[in-house]
Each structure stands twice: as structure tokens, then as C-alpha cells.
């Protein structure tokens, strides 16, 4: 069956440290990835997607994200930390021939000044 | 910018009231969806409308119907609200494009039943 995973329920880091969110994924074929941000009290936003070709992805807001085939793995990534980033991150498989998508258990990042 | 609203913020209903939640977008998007957001559980789709009057059940629509009778607007209805229903429900919306396009959201609603 389909899947998505993000192993990392809650995440703690400093302000300006480096950052990396894990997201694996168990589907036949490469899907379409995607990273989406929920703020406190707010709706889901697109961070970053990938479909084909070059396997390193730039989002909004500073975040990069790798796609690695051999690992079905599309981690997230921002070098130095803000304490505005602190949210719950959303990985999201979206099966290609089909409407939906599917979604990790989200991971809640919490930033330490 | 697109824009999804949602009726309600916050709502708290007693069980077995029918209760309708509603979502609005403004950038003509074909494709509408409801999802329920749970601690753990991420999100789960109820349901999806791919077009005015059209919709298809997503994987927990047990309990859940919707309705959509002009582009813009996509309603859930809990027939008879029970206390497992207690959830953030959100709203998306998206252009076609299968599963490769966007998905914009609403802020949500935190329905509350007691």
C-alpha cells in the first residue's frame, strides 16, 4: 500500500542551527513530493514540490528539499533556523494517474532562541 | 493570491445535530476537497469534487456527505454529528492536474461535539 512517513514526531533545534526533516515514502513508481508548512492556526502552504529532474528542490522561505530514488526519501533541509519557522511540517506523496494526495503524520518543529 | 474561506473558525455542536461546514475559493479551481486533520494521523481525505455536482469519496467519508452546486463552493454535512467527530477539518482547492498540482487551503475549522 501507499505510504508516507515521517519518522521525527516533534523536532527541537536553536535558532540559527542547521535543520533537516525525514520523509519516506513507499510507492511503485517516482510520485510528485511535496513539503507543506502549517503555521499555528493557519491552513497548509506549499513549501516546495518536486516532479522530475534535478533531484535538489528550493522552496519559499529559505527551505531545500532532496529527492533520493535509491532511499524513496525526500528530506527537507534549511541551513540556519529562524525562530519564525517553528510549525508543523507535512510531507505529501501525490501518486502519479491519480487526484489525491497522501499524508505524512507531520512532524512539529519547536525553535529555542 | 488565491483564497480559500472557511464558515467557521471554531464551532462546538451537541450530538446528533446536522451540521454543515462550508468552504469558499475564489480562483475558479475545479477540484475541491475536505480533509480532517487529526494529532498523529496527519491528513485524511473525506472527500473530493472534481467539478460542480461531481464528488468522489475519499478514505474516511463514513458519516460525511457533501455538496457542491456552483464552482466556488464545496459544503460538508454531518448528517448526525457524534463525538468521534471532534476534528480540524480543512478545506483545499486545486486547478487540474491530477495529483501534480497545488493545493491551496483554508485556515480551518476546529469542530468541537459534545
Known amino acids: 500500500a501507499q505510504s508516507v512517513t515521517q519518522p521525527d514526531i516533534h523536532i527541537t533545534v536553536s535558532e540559527g542551527a542547521s535543520l533537516e526533516l525525514r520523509c519516506n515514502y513507499s510507492?511503485?513508481?517516482?510520485?510528485?513530493l511535496f513539503w507543506y508548512v502549517q503555521s499555528p492556526g493557519q491552513g497548509l502552504q506549499l513549501l516546495l514540490k518536486?516532479?522530475?529532474?534535478?533531484?535538489l528542490v528550493q522552496g519559499i522561505k529559505g527551505f531545500e528539499a532532496e529527492f533520493k530514488r535509491s532511499q524513496s526519501s525526500f528530506n527537507l533541509r534549511k541551513p540556519s533556523v529562524h525562530w519564525s519557522d517553528a510549525a508543523e511540517y507535512f510531507c505529501?506523496?501525490?501518486?502519479?494517474?491519480?487526484?489525491?494526495?497522501?499524508f505524512g503524520t507531520g512532524t512539529r518543529l519547536k525553535v529555542l532562541a | 493570491d488565491v483564497k480559500v474561506t472557511q464558515s467557521s473558525r471554531y464551532l462546538v455542536k451537541r450530538t446528533g445535530e446536522k451540521v454543515f461546514l462550508e468552504c469558499v475559493q475564489d480562483?475558479?479551481?475545479?477540484?475541491m476537497f475536505w480533509y480532517r486533520q487529526d494529532p498523529g494521523l496527519g491528513l485524511r481525505l473525506i472527500y473530493f469534487?472534481?467539478?460542480?455536482?461531481?464528488?468522489e469519496k475519499g478514505d474516511i467519508p463514513e458519516g460525511y456527505s457533501v455538496s457542491r452546486e456552483k464552482k466556488e463552493r464545496f459544503s460538508l454535512i454531518l448528517e448526525s454529528a457524534s463525538t468521534n467527530q471532534t476534528s480540524m477539518y480543512l478545506c483545499?482547492?486545486?486547478?487540474?492536474?491530477?495529483?501534480?498540482?497545488?493545493?491551496?487551503f483554508g485556515p480551518g475549522t476546529r469542530l468541537t461535539v459534545t
Open positions: 469534487s472534481y467539478d460542480v455536482k461531481m464528488k
Open positions: 480562483m475558479d479551481h475545479e477540484n
Open positions: 518536486y516532479f522530475s529532474g534535478d533531484t
Open positions: 510507492y511503485g513508481a517516482t510520485p510528485y
Open positions: 483545499a482547492s486545486r486547478t487540474t492536474g491530477g495529483a501534480k498540482g497545488e493545493q491551496y
Open positions: 505529501a506523496v501525490g501518486p502519479r494517474g491519480t487526484y489525491k494526495y497522501i
